[in-house]
């Protein structure tokens, strides 16, 4: 704390807007992909945060039946109707750079991974769908939207020697550290 007093991260000589999340699951997300109007931060790009996966608590399932996912989805989608015998009306249709899931099918609709992560309260859009005993399972890595600065990869980063100064270059490209 003390290393960085009176010190600020800037892009062109700007205040960035230094988003962070607490566990990536291997991968951080660019902000497109998570926020309407996202674009146009070119410091806050995918970056790799090894090391991640020793935060086993960041691995989480949820589980519905399929009665339970369609009430679940019929909170925002009255008319959606699934046929869990057909694969195809079920399925992750899209991913984003990152590998996460970008889009849904879900029977007659398609939704975004962040839709699908908030209706069926997921922590993260980096998840699997498996079905299994008529039960459909969400197997979720990582912890929040996977913009900017991983919690646990800085902390992995900092356990292998890095400095402030490295690990904030490593989550926020072609940033600079200027006195305030």
Same mark, same amino acid.
């Given at each position: ?9 800037t892009y062109n000589n700007e205040p960035i807007n230094a988003f962070f ?29 090894? $090391? ?11 589980? +519905?039946?399929? /009665? ?15 046929? +869990?015998? !057909? ?11 990152? !590998? ?20 069926? $309260? =997921?922590?993260?859009? !980096? ?10 399972? +969400? ?17 992995? =980063?900092?356990?292998? $020697?890095?400095?402030?100064? /490295?690990?904030?270059?490593? +989550? ?9």
């Amino acid at each position: 704390v003390n290393a960085t007093k009176g010190k600020i991260i800037t892009y062109n000589n700007e205040p960035i807007n230094a988003f962070f999340h607490a566990n990536s699951g291997g991968t951080t997300e660019l902000p497109v992909n998570v926020w309407e109007g996202g674009s146009g931060l070119p410091y806050l790009q995918v970056v790799e945060t090894s $090391g991640e996966e020793g935060y086993t608590q960041y691995s989480s399932e949820v589980e +519905f039946t399929g /009665e339970e996912l369609i009430n679940k989805l019929k909170e925002k989608y009255i008319d959606i109707h699934i046929d +869990f015998t !057909n694969n195809e009306d079920l399925k992750i249709v899209a991913y984003t750079d990152s !590998n996460r899931v970008k889009t849904v099918k879900f029977g007659n609709h398609e939704l975004s991974g962040v839709e699908t992560r908030t209706l069926l $309260g =997921l922590k993260s859009t !980096n998840f699997e769908i498996v079905k299994e005993n008529e039960k459909i399972k +969400f197997k979720v890595k990582g912890y929040g939207h996977g913009v900017g600065m991983s919690q646990t990869g800085a902390n992995t =980063l900092a356990k292998e $020697g890095k400095n402030y100064e /490295e690990i904030v270059e490593h +989550f926020y490209i072609g940033v600079e550290i200027s006195e305030i």
